[in-house]
């Protein structure tokens, strides 16, 4: 009689069994037991916002809504000045993120960034590297595209569904924008640009189609092998009689 063992779940079908990896019979088992399980270290997502900044937005959040909610938008005088504050907000707002673009572009700055990590990778030179100056403009570039949507969108919302309070909200947002943008600081304020390490994350960039590495695809079972003749392959040709 013959008898197939149980597959572990974790043991690969193909290719012989590593013994050290998984040991046979009691002594083994034994060993097995023993031996502490190493964890491999969890790797932080490139480009993830910390909960600490997550929770930090969420409270900025508040207050605005609370205000928003104070207010009569019954009262036409109100709605007229909600209107001209979010017109004039994103105008501002506008003005501040070109004039930024057109600092970078003025100093056109000729460092490189060896290593801009795989959400730049598709605008990367041949050397693998990008230049500072590409690096920012696309990091404003990429706050323009995002204020430019979120006014499209607003500004449809209450055309359509007469809705006021996204207008206030969406002006404190792109203001929060600004202050979050690295380049504002560095080429509006001066700051020193060693203060913000390049390169500066997904959070401005727009991905792009295979920017990461497909998987490795699973072994594929041979067209004339059967799944018990697979499972027999796996144990090494070990029975048990």
């Given at each position: 009689?013959?008898?197939?063992?149980?597959?572990?779940?974790?043991?690969?079908?193909?290719?012989?069994?590593?013994?050290?990896?998984?040991?046979?019979?009691?002594?083994?088992?034994?060993?097995?037991?023993?031996?502490?399980?190493?964890?491999?270290?969890?790797?932080?997502?490139?480009?993830?916002?910390?909960?600490?900044?997550?929770?930090?937005?969420?409270?900025?959040?508040?207050?605005?809504?609370?205000?928003?909610?104070?207010?009569?938008?019954?009262?036409?005088?109100?709605?007229?000045?909600?209107?001209?504050?979010?017109?004039?907000?994103?105008?501002?707002?506008?003005?501040?993120?070109q004039r930024t673009l057109m600092c970078v572009k003025?100093?056109?700055?000729?460092?490189?960034?060896?290593?801009?990590?795989?959400?730049?990778?598709?605008?990367?030179?041949?050397?693998?590297?990008?230049?500072?100056?590409?690096?920012?403009?696309?990091?404003?570039?990429?706050?323009?595209?995002?204020?430019?949507?979120?006014?499209?969108?607003?500004?449809?919302?209450?055309?359509?569904?007469?809705?006021?309070?996204?207008?206030?909200?969406?002006?404190?947002?792109?203001?929060?924008?600004?202050?979050?943008?690295?380049?504002?600081?560095?080429?509006?304020?001066?700051?020193?640009?060693?203060?913000?390490?390049?390169?500066?994350?997904?959070?401005?960039?727009?991905?792009?189609?295979g920017d990461t590495a497909a998987a490795p695809a699973?072994?594929?079972?041979?067209?004339?092998?059967?799944?018990?003749?697979?499972?027999?392959?796996?144990?090494?040709?070990?029975?048990?009689?």
């Amino acid at each position: 009689m013959v008898v197939i063992e149980e597959i572990d779940s974790a043991r690969p079908i193909y290719g012989p069994p590593d013994p050290l990896a998984f040991p046979s019979g009691p002594s083994g088992a034994k060993k097995a037991a023993a031996q502490p399980m190493e964890q491999e270290p969890e790797k932080e997502q490139e480009g993830a916002a910390p909960p600490s900044l997550m929770m930090g937005q969420a409270y900025f959040m508040l207050p605005v809504l609370f205000l928003t909610g104070q207010i009569d938008f019954t009262q036409p005088g109100n709605v007229d000045m909600a209107r001209l504050v979010f017109l004039l907000g994103n105008f501002a707002i506008a003005m501040v993120t070109q004039r930024t673009l057109m600092c970078v572009k003025k100093v056109a700055n000729p460092k490189r960034i060896a290593e801009p990590g795989p959400v730049w990778a598709p605008y990367a030179s041949e050397d693998g590297s990008i230049s500072v100056e590409q690096h920012d403009a696309m990091v404003v570039q990429g706050l323009q595209r995002k204020q430019f949507l979120s006014f499209l969108l607003i500004g449809a919302l209450h055309y359509y569904w007469k809705l006021i309070p996204p207008m206030l909200v969406s002006c404190f947002i792109g203001v929060k924008g600004l202050y979050d943008c690295p380049a504002v600081h560095i080429y509006l304020f001066g700051t020193d640009e060693a203060a913000y390490t390049r390169p500066w994350g997904s959070t401005f960039v727009e991905s792009k189609e295979g920017d990461t590495a497909a998987a490795p695809a699973a072994p594929a079972l041979p067209a004339n092998m059967s799944v018990k003749e697979a499972r027999a392959r796996s144990l090494g040709g070990k029975k048990a009689r």
